[in-house]
């Protein structure tokens, strides 16, 4: 069994950051492939980035490429999300996961102020 706890959402203006994390409990965190989803209001979630078992790679939506950093930190069990550059379009409800499963978080709320 795996818990995962997001936290780091807030209120911020266009154009400022955040900082998402994701915080895992159990064991073999290392060994899942991490992933960040987003659900905006009245819209399905979508993924919005990946990252391997080692961190050896990672994958972006079109949306968020070049603005937005995945990362993750074994030894802390943690998974972050990095925001930059941030649009009034990005707010919604942060969710991490490990693929292949049905571990989910919660979810943070990002709100973007134009």
């Known amino acids: 069994q795996v818990q995962l706890v997001e936290s780091g959402g807030g209120l911020v203006q266009a154009g400022g950051s955040l900082r998402l994390s994701c915080a895992a409990s159990?064991?073999?965190?290392?060994?899942?492939?991490m992933g960040w989803y987003r659900q905006a209001p009245g819209k399905e979630r979508v993924l919005v980035a990946t990252i391997t078992d080692g961190g050896g790679r990672t994958n972006y939506a079109d949306f968020v490429k070049g603005r937005f950093t995945i990362s993750r930190d074994d030894a802390k069990n943690t998974v972050y999300l990095q925001l930059n550059s941030l649009k009034p379009e990005d707010t919604a409800v942060y969710y991490c996961?490990?693929?292949?499963?049905?571990?989910w978080g919660k979810g943070t709320l990002v709100t973007v102020s134009s």
């Open positions: 159990g064991r073999y965190f290392s060994a899942f492939v």
């Open positions: 996961r490990a693929l292949g499963t049905s571990y």
